[in-house]
């Protein structure tokens, strides 16, 4: 189980869920938070990382370390059509006064590794650009961190923003196999999202129920909008969050080797799973395969309605 964290984000709608989950659990300490470009305008996503842990009561505790303003490579189109202008729904527009922390957020990552070694899990919520650029700047950062747990992908699944592609693998294809290539990762992708990772409409209901009380439950009905609560809430962010918060939640996983397209066109992000061993790539990358769903529904209403991820598992 980890025990520090740094949530690396493109704050929008579900990072903001992974966000509260992990730094309102008593199991974990969240370090920090560093920011990379994805999810929608950059300076919009920093105001989101900062008004999230405002929600959390957190904010002069836990640092902002803004990163990567773009794609290694690249350009991307922003999520604004699934996410909003803002990143938070169609009504919400955060403002703070909350100063970003002095430093570079790959920078970051290098200096607490190197200080705690075997001591950080860095969660990915975002395309992996800060994590590729801290990688050369320490090229033995994969033996320095815990764990590096990856939302991305799409494992033998049709992607989210293409056919081929996940939208964080899509989004800066170059980074990502620069990961995948250089760490030892345990992946989360879209498909486990979409068998494990979904809330449903009684989910949905118990959070809108309590929204009226709860102050986490009514930013979750305010930026989310279930509306007559048809059981839509997808979270990959909160799923992978809670992955390196309650592993036990893993029901099945294995290794395979993982790589992903990097050039331009129609399977720009691909994500290529090994998994009959047909090629020489060595086998890295940890693929959870299958998650305790109702599990993961529990911790995240948990978090929103009771502010308490843990009484989920107590």
């Known amino acids: 189980m980890a025990d520090r964290i740094i949530v690396d984000t493109d704050t929008a ?23 990379g470009a994805g999810n929608v305008a950059f300076d919009r996503q920093v105001e989101n990382a900062k008004y999230t842990l ?43 006064d909350v100063p970003s922390a002095d430093g570079f957020g790959p920078e970051y990552i290098v200096e607490m590794a190197r200080e705690h070694p075997d001591e950080i ?5 975002a395309p992996l ?39 964080n ?31 449903d409409g009684a989910a949905e209901k118990r959070i809108v129920d309590a929204a009226e009380d709860a102050r986490l439950a009514s930013f979750y009905e305010t930026v989310f909008q279930p509306g007559d609560v ?19 939640l893993i029901e099945r996983r294995r290794t395979d080797a993982v790589d992903v397209d990097d050039r331009e066109g129609l399977t720009r992000g691909y994500t290529s799973v090994d998994s009959d061993d047909v090629t020489d790539r060595e086998p890295r990358t940890d693929v959870i395969e299958s998650v305790d769903a109702d599990g993961f529904q529990a911790v995240l209403v948990e978090t929103l309605v009771a502010g308490d991820p843990d009484r989920a598992r107590e």
């Not at 990688?135 to 033998?156: F, K, S, T, Y």
């Not at 839509?232 to 390196?244: E, K, R």
């Open 54 to 96: 405002q929600l959390a009561d957190a904010a002069a505790q836990i640092p902002v370390y803004e990163g990567a303003r773009s794609p290694l490579v690249k350009d991307h189109d922003h999520a604004t059509d699934v996410h909003g202008e803002g990143g938070l729904g169609p009504d919400l527009v955060a403002e703070t």
């Open 169 to 199: 693998f899509w989004a800066d294809p170059d980074a990502a196999k620069i990961v995948l290539d250089r760490f030892d990762v345990t992946l989360v992708d879209w498909g486990l999202t979409l068998r494990d990772g979904t809330l």
């Open 129 to 167: 650009t800060n994590l590729a650029l801290a990688v050369q700047r320490e090229p033995n950062l994969n033996d320095l961190l815990a764990d590096i747990v990856v939302m991305g992908g799409n494992v033998h699944t049709a992607g989210n923003v293409t056919p081929a592609a996940e939208f």
């Open 121 to 125: 899990t860095l969660v990915c919520l």
């Open 230 to 248: 048809d059981g839509s809430g997808i979270q990959p962010d909160a799923l992978a969050t809670a992955v390196a918060v309650f592993p036990e």
């Open 13 to 35: 709608t579900d990072d903001t869920l992974g966000i509260l989950l992990a730094v309102l659990s008593d199991r974990v300490t969240v370090e920090a938070l560093t920011i």
